[in-house]
């Protein structure tokens, strides 16, 4: 995927001839026109290409028009039949692909390298090349949230050379054979010896042990058949495979031990290893397509083997956890990037109905504590290296640091009920805790998240900040209805089909055709939406509508608070019409004080929305927005 050219030519042409509107316009003129005079200022030809090259390269994994394709040809069937063709087009997966890579929180520039082979950085993202594959096959999207996924496997790395290097020439294939005979040569030594030892030593082998160490150092420490990229050796090192020599050699070596057959086992296990990897040497596989990537089986191998590995960055490296952590940088990552939730620090929760006692007594810490540290219990039992210690008497983290699993656990202790002993889940509501959703694995978390509305909703945005920008500012109502949309488009065609919906309909929109948008412009609307020029600004507008506006939709209604309009007030600025004890408007700047004191107060009789609950991301929205408000002020 290129950078192409054709795109900054045609914004640059359309420039020269004068048809890109010199500012954007402001959001109250944009709508105030409508849309058929709109199009008629503009050079719609250049517009129209300028369009289609974008599409071209949003639809179809970063790939132009060809030479072939006829920009006039296709633009005459009409936007929505090329938005339909492009849609159908196999490269319509690596956009998918790319897309969500993005939506686990990794974007990369190139989704292909030059030779056509997909960017290693994919393979790590195994959850991306799963629903990439299913919206090719018009399976389901979701499966994005499957916890366990199959090893999806680049072309094998080369061997290392260093350890043959007389034999410069030989193709990587043919080394790799030849490193495996040695292999296979090496645990014939140690069966010969552990033979030749074991009526002398049947506890303790010393040289058996030594001559291991050296094996394993040469072979597998060192990745001799160079597939650490795919199958680490960590899995080599299971107690089905290698782990029980290995635990016997670094153990106290006390207990009587079988070395013959478990050499003997590996042997075996080395044999199918190598054979299930030979179909993935280069000149056997070149997946150039995401429906041509192919999974390795290894359940011959290691039959316990989980690839939970949900992106790299959940895995060790990315997002430690420590023993002071609690998981809670898993967590917050969890709830931003599936859920939309940015964890805005304000004081907004009752702290008194908190359960535990996690920072639960400060109101400032409440405030992220609050469904933080639930969301991060769903990971409780995956310590260092996001291994899994279920079962086990200890846990060890990342720093090292062990303590007993029983206790570790009590940090989210007591849960909401019996059904519940742990505080473990997603949390929607304080005060109603049927609003909430509990669990304890992280198979629970995962199939959640299928469902949830929140993470609908912040896929659908994903979707449009991918499209788009990620700074462009979106209208909740227009989200809502592609989000309801998408919900429909799931349950009756299909999440494959929904989701290429909501391409469409981002691609056919406003945003999406308008060159150098301006970002706090809502340019797509709801179908059916009309502006009178008095409602508040786009950016909260839905917000309000959703939680304020029942109370609040005129000077006559609670606190004289009309949150459903906006005007120009007395002193010149913009804002929600407010009246004071004496009828007076109030300045925009006074009541936009009074509304963040008002959704971020601990009181729960002062708190707004009053006796209700409010969607964090929703609250955190309008608070950032108000405090924006509140310096240099919003006009319209
Ligand atoms: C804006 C949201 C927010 C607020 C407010 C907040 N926290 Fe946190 N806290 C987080 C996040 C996110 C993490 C995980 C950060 C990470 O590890 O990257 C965290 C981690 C922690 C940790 C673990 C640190 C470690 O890695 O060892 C402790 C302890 C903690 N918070 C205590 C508090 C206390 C006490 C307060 C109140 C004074 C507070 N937090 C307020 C979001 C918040
Ligand atoms: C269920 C009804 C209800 C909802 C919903 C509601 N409010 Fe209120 N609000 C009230 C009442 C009643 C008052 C007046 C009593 C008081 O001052 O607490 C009030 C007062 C206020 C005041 C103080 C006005 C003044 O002049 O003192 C502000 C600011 C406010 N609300 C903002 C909001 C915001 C922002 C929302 C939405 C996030 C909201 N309200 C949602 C009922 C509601």
């Known amino acids: 995927m290129q950078r192409t050219p054709a795109w900054k030519l045609f914004s640059l042409l359309s420039i020269l001839a004068g048809c890109a509107p010199a500012h954007p316009p402001s959001e109250a003129s944009y709508f105030h026109r409508s849309s058929t005079s709109l199009q008629l200022t503009e050079n719609t030809s250049w517009n129209d290409q300028w369009w289609l090259a974008k599409t071209s390269r949003a639809l179809r994994g970063g790939n132009s028009l060809s030479k072939k394709e006829d920009a006039a040809a296709l633009l005459a069937q009409g936007k929505e039949k090329v938005v339909d063709q492009f849609l159908k087009d196999p490269r319509f997966a690596d956009t998918i692909l790319d897309f969500s890579m993005m939506v686990l929180g990794y974007r990369q520039d190139l989704i292909k390298y030059g030779d056509g082979q997909y960017n290693y950085l994919a393979f790590q993202h195994?959850?991306?090349?799963?629903?990439?594959?299913?919206?090719?096959?018009?399976?389901?999207?979701?499966?994005?949230?499957?916890?366990?996924?199959?090893?999806?496997?680049?072309?094998?790395?080369?061997?290392?050379?260093?350890?043959?290097?007389?034999?410069?020439?030989?193709?990587?294939?043919?080394?790799?054979?030849?490193?495996?005979?040695?292999?296979?040569?090496?645990?014939?030594?140690?069966?010969?010896?552990?033979?030749?030892?074991?009526?002398?030593?049947?506890?303790?082998?010393?040289?058996?042990?030594?001559?291991?160490?050296?094996?394993?150092?040469?072979?597998?420490?060192?990745?001799?058949?160079?597939?650490?990229?795919?199958?680490?050796?960590?899995?080599?090192?299971?107690?089905?495979?290698?782990?029980?020599?290995?635990?016997?050699?670094?153990?106290?070596?006390?207990?009587?031990?079988?070395?013959?057959?478990?050499?003997?086992?590996?042997?075996?296990?080395?044999?199918?290893?190598?054979?299930?990897?030979?179909?993935?040497?280069?000149?056997?596989?070149?997946?150039?397509?995401?429906?041509?990537?192919?999974?390795?089986?290894?359940?011959?191998?290691?039959?316990?083997?989980?690839?939970?590995?949900?992106?790299?960055?959940?895995?060790?490296?990315?997002?430690?956890?420590?023993?002071?952590?609690?998981?809670?940088?898993?967590?917050?990552?969890?709830?931003?990037?599936?859920?939309?939730?940015?964890?805005?620090?304000?004081?907004?929760?009752?702290?008194?109905?908190?359960?535990?006692?996690?920072?639960?007594?400060?109101?400032?810490?409440?405030?992220?504590?609050?469904?933080?540290?639930?969301?991060?219990?769903?990971?409780?039992?995956?310590?260092?290296?996001?291994?899994?210690?279920?079962?086990?008497?200890?846990?060890?983290?990342?720093?090292?640091?062990?303590?007993?699993?029983?206790?570790?656990?009590?940090?989210?202790?007591?849960?909401?009920?019996?059904?519940?002993?742990?505080?473990?889940?997603?949390?929607?509501?304080?005060?109603?805790?049927?609003?909430?959703?509990?669990?304890s694995s992280l198979d629970d978390l995962f199939t959640f998240l299928k469902t949830a509305p929140e993470a609908r909703r912040c896929i659908v945005r994903r979707a449009y900040e991918y499209l788009v920008s990620p700074d462009q500012t979106i209208d909740g109502d227009y989200l809502n209805y592609l989000t309801d949309a998408f919900n429909e488009d799931t349950l009756t065609v299909g999440s494959s089909r929904g989701l290429k919906n909501v391409f469409k309909n981002i691609v056919l929109g406003k945003a999406f055709g308008t060159q150098n948008a301006d970002h706090d412009t809502c340019y797509d609307r709801k179908p059916g939406y009309f502006s009178d020029g008095t409602e508040a600004p786009c950016k909260v507008s839905s917000i309000l509508a959703q939680n304020c506006v029942k109370c609040h939709a005129s000077t006559d209604d609670s606190g004289n608070l009309d949150l459903s309009h906006w005007q120009k007030l007395p002193d010149g600025s913009y804002g929600f019409p407010h009246l004071d004890g004496n009828g007076d408007l109030m300045p925009a700047a006074k009541t936009f004080q009074m509304m963040i004191d008002r959704i971020s107060s601990t009181d729960s009789e002062a708190r707004m929305p009053y006796r209700s609950d409010m969607p964090s991301q929703d609250r955190q929205q309008l608070f950032n927005w108000l405090n924006q408000a509140i310096g240099p002020g919003v006009a319209k």
């Open 126 to 439: 195994p959850q991306a090349i799963r629903a990439s594959k299913e919206v090719a096959s018009d399976g389901d999207f979701f499966r994005l949230f499957d916890l366990n996924q199959n090893l999806y496997m680049p072309q094998l790395a080369s061997p290392p050379r260093y350890l043959y290097p007389e034999d410069s020439a030989l193709s990587d294939s043919a080394l790799r054979l030849k490193i495996f005979n040695k292999m296979q040569m090496g645990m014939d030594d140690l069966i010969a010896l552990s033979t030749q030892l074991s009526a002398k030593q049947p506890t303790s082998n010393p040289e058996v042990c030594k001559k291991y160490k050296e094996y394993t150092d040469t072979y597998l420490n060192k990745d001799a058949l160079g597939i650490a990229l795919s199958v680490s050796f960590n899995q080599m090192y299971r107690a089905e495979y290698y782990g029980t020599v290995n635990s016997y050699c670094y153990s106290a070596m006390q207990k009587p031990f079988d070395f013959v057959s478990e050499f003997t086992k590996i042997k075996t296990k080395n044999a199918l290893l190598f054979s299930l990897l030979v179909p993935f040497e280069k000149e056997n596989y070149k997946p150039t397509s995401v429906s041509a990537i192919q999974s390795l089986d290894l359940s011959g191998v290691l039959p316990t083997y989980r690839n939970t590995q949900f992106s790299p960055l959940l895995a060790a490296n990315s997002l430690p956890n420590s023993s002071t952590n609690y998981d809670r940088k898993r967590g917050a990552y969890i709830l931003k990037r599936f859920l939309c939730d940015d964890l805005t620090p304000i004081n907004v929760e009752n702290p008194s109905t908190h359960a535990g006692d996690a920072h639960g007594t400060n109101p400032s810490c409440f405030a992220c504590h609050y469904k933080l540290d639930p969301i991060a219990g769903f990971f409780r039992n995956y310590g260092a290296g996001f291994m899994d210690f279920t079962g086990a008497n200890n846990i060890r983290f990342d720093d090292n640091a062990s303590m007993k699993l029983v206790d570790y656990v009590k940090a989210w202790a007591p849960g909401p009920n019996t059904d519940h002993p742990l505080n473990v889940g997603y949390i929607r509501s304080t005060q109603d805790l049927s609003k909430n959703f509990y669990g």
